[in-house]
């Protein structure tokens, strides 16, 4: 039996010298035992503050005294105690310098943002597949990455497998948007009329007993709904407070807008099924609970590819922050034969770093478990993007993640977040090369089946296209090559 009691001890100390700190928030892992863990959480359910059962013998408690919460670190029946740490977008599009912000406060009553403001209606209802259609898509020529990666060379062989799955987590996805429609995925057991002759996507059942009720189209762990729109906030808002822009729709257009439908773009992997899975907020914020369970969710009901562009970083350089919960979830993931895609991070204040030597990277990414590829930026002349992290062991390959044309939230395509009163911000990010990675992946394994996701990675990182601009920054120093892929 493995203890923490030196960390526990720890963890709890430095939340209460965080004077700021007015609630808890921690993750407790419990002895295995289902007996113990229920004689545990009965206890619990008797005090003050709140219980919520993640899984695999993880719950997650807030709002217990530091008192509770010591007496808890030496329950028989406690393993393991951690902070339930943030983790969010790894891009604030907030100006941060004040002066810059005032300046524009006052500069938004000379302009009209009616125009660049219009989002969709909060948790649209679930549409309906529609008709496919044939034919060229029309913004297929604008889209750089695609050509980067030789995409149309591989579409030659397969454009994807409906039965393929990649889930992703993230803001959201906006489920309505005309290109992305036919591919997302439909929870099977959800889907048609139950005994009763009623709409199982809305007849307050959990129909296929997978924990979740009404999961027609995944499900939102931000809001604890079974909607997982992609809630993006205005650009007002986003220059002023930060936030999401659209993120997940975003990052989904990459992996499987839908190929040959006469509309707009095309993904990397443009007939899979694209899996909806909301964790983090309109505010761009998300935590390791909600993580964890997007993760098992996902692997539970058949991804194959999880598509991460996401993350956190450590706090302390001493090495004591340990995030267990999501390292036990992507060994979960592993376990399953799953691959994790994950963006390495866009360094600080604009700046890359390399993630092997700052003692403070970006996690996920960084850690050293077999099923994840690693994925840094690069722009239209193959260069390592200037806001991208490398490291020549803990960085796998480049993909395209500068100024990317993609899906937007209410049905648009674009690659600026905005472009507005002198303000002109590109899609930029490990975010946008990610979903390239995971779209890959699909494409590949779809052409595939049989392999396994050791198979898959080994493919990938072999089939990179070496470039200069990341020799010695890359496990591969390579750009991904979806011809080269195809052929292998």
Known sequence: MILFRGLIAYFLSFSLASAAQAQSDYLVKLQEGFDQQQSFISLLHGQSGQVEVLARGWIRVQNFSQTTLHRMSENPSVEYIQPNYPLGLLKNYQIQDPLRRAAFQRSMSRHSWAEVSAMPADNPTFPRAPSQKNGNDPLLATQWSMANIEASEGWKKTQGSSEMIVAILDTGVDYTHEDLLPNMWRNPGEEGTDAAGRDKSTNGI?????????????????????????????????????????????????????GFNSLGIAGVAPNVKVMALRFISEKGQGTTADAVMAIRYAVDNGAKVLSNSWGGEGSRSDGSEE?????????????KGTLFIAAAGNGRAGTGYDMDKDPTPVYPASYDFENIISVAAIDVKNELGAFS????????????????????????????????????IT??????????????????????????????????????????????????????????????
């Open 323 to 335: 995030n267990l919960a999501l390292k036990e979830a992507i060994q979960y993931a592993e376990a």
């Open 206 to 258: 959990d129909d296929d007993g997978n924990g979740y009720v009404d999961d027609l189209m995944g499900w939102d762990f931000a809001a604890k709904d079974n909607k997982p729109f992609d809630l993006a906030v205005d650009p007002k808002q986003l220059l002023i407070s930060g936030g999401n822009p659209g993120h997940g729709t975003h990052c989904s257009g990459n992996v499987a807008a839908r």
């Open 389 to 424: 992290n490398w490291g020549a062991t803990s960085v796998d390959i480049g993909a395209p993640g500068v100024a990317v044309l993609s899906t937007t939230v209410g049905g648009k395509y674009s690659d600026k977040v905005l472009d507005f009163a002198g303000f002109d």
């Open 427 to 488: 899609w930029d990010g490990t975010s946008m090369a990610t979903p390239h990675v995971a779209g890959a992946a699909a494409l590949y394994w779809s052409l595939h089946p049989n392999k396994t996701w050791r198979e898959v990675k080994d493919a990938i990182l072999k089939s990179a296209a070496p470039t200069p601009a990341l020799r010695g920054k890359t496990t591969t120093e390579g750009i991904l090559n979806i011809k080269s892929l195809m052929n292998m």
